[in-house]
């Protein structure tokens, strides 16, 4: 298992619905973690390197309707 993490700056702070939908896909594609930072609009996601990519966490995103501003790590 390779650890990695992503962080991405929020369009806007996430909403309740959001952050479950969030926690569903991270049981579901094996995102091990993941981090709000409310007051920097940052969220990061811990996911193992050898069974996703940065491109899927993106599209895991896309999917639970999080608008991300861009990718800082």
């Known amino acids: 298992m390779t650890l990695l993490e992503v962080t991405y700056a929020l369009r806007a702070p996430l909403s309740m619905d959001e952050l479950r939908r969030i926690a569903q896909f ?4 094996g995102l091990r973690r993941f981090r709000v930072d409310e007051a920097n609009h940052l969220l990061s ?10 491109t899927q966490v993106a599209q895991v ?13």
């Open 45 to 54: 996601f811990e996911y193992d390197g050898s069974r996703l990519r940065e």
């Open 26 to 29: 991270a049981n579901t594609y």
């Open 61 to 73: 995103l896309g999917k639970a309707g999080v608008a991300v501003k861009h990718r800082i790590n």
